[in-house]
């Protein structure tokens, strides 16, 4: 084995352990890399790669992933990705979870798209499922469940675009189904639970109020057939 190891003191902060990689002068050069590749096996597994602060009576250390600014190009690329699987397997699963906590709030998952200070488009955030084999089964599902309440009310779901700004108007909701060209295209449901000692949940479609022109419409068209 290669140990790394910083002596332990008794006063002020720990001493740390820094891995630069080389700089370069040349024009057209590029910076040296830092590459952690874990040990290969014939086999078995390969090696994990961990990344872990320790635990502390006060708030525990952070772990950050972040590229550096750029001052005439685009910033560096953060991608998280598995491996495939080649020989019958399948590809590695992504998670992100936050640790749970006993007396204060759950902590937060966010995931916020860049912002630009130019005349271009703020940045998007897309999820897709899985594609699955030509001769294989469905595509993967996307699915957003909100959280359970134990002895009270279950978290809700809000879906919504903000408000425009001076100029503009407020972004659009959309929510269809695929075309199918062997079958029937996707439903769309909107259902609420049933309930017990108390009424079901309603179904409300509100139009929001204007102040000049006609107000605005709630259109239900049924389908047609060739």
Avoid at 151 to 162: M, Y
Wanted: charged share 10%.
């Amino acid at each position: 084995d290669i140990t790394l190891n910083v002596g332990s003191g008794n006063t002020g902060t720990g001493g740390l352990v820094g891995i630069t990689a080389g700089t370069t002068t040349a024009g057209s050069g590029v910076g040296g890399a830092i590459t952690l590749t874990s040990g290969d096996s014939n086999d078995g597994n390969t090696g994990a790669i961990d990344l872990i602060t320790d635990a502390g009576a006060a708030v525990t250390g952070a772990i950050g992933l972040t590229t550096g600014d750029s001052t005439g190009a685009d910033s560096g690329t953060l991608t998280l990705e598995t491996g495939a699987s080649t020989n019958g397997g399948k590809g590695g699963a992504l998670t992100l979870s936050v640790g749970n906590a006993q007396t204060g709030a759950g902590g937060g998952i966010q995931a916020t798209a860049g912002q630009t200070s130019g005349g271009a488009q703020g940045g998007f955030v897309q999820i897709n499922g899985g594609v699955s084999a030509p001769n294989g089964g469905q595509g993967g599902y996307i699915s957003l469940v909100s959280g359970a309440g134990t002895t009270r009310s279950s978290g809700k779901i809000v879906v919504k675009t903000v408000n425009a700004g001076t100029k503009g108007i407020s972004g659009a909701l959309e929510f269809t189904s695929g075309a199918s060209t062997s079958g029937n295209s996707g439903e769309i449901k909107l259902t609420t639970g049933t309930g017990v000692l108390g009424k079901s949940g309603d179904i409300t479609l509100n139009v929001g109020s204007g102040n000049t022109g006609t107000g605005g419409l709630v259109g239900i068209t049924a389908g047609t057939t060739t």
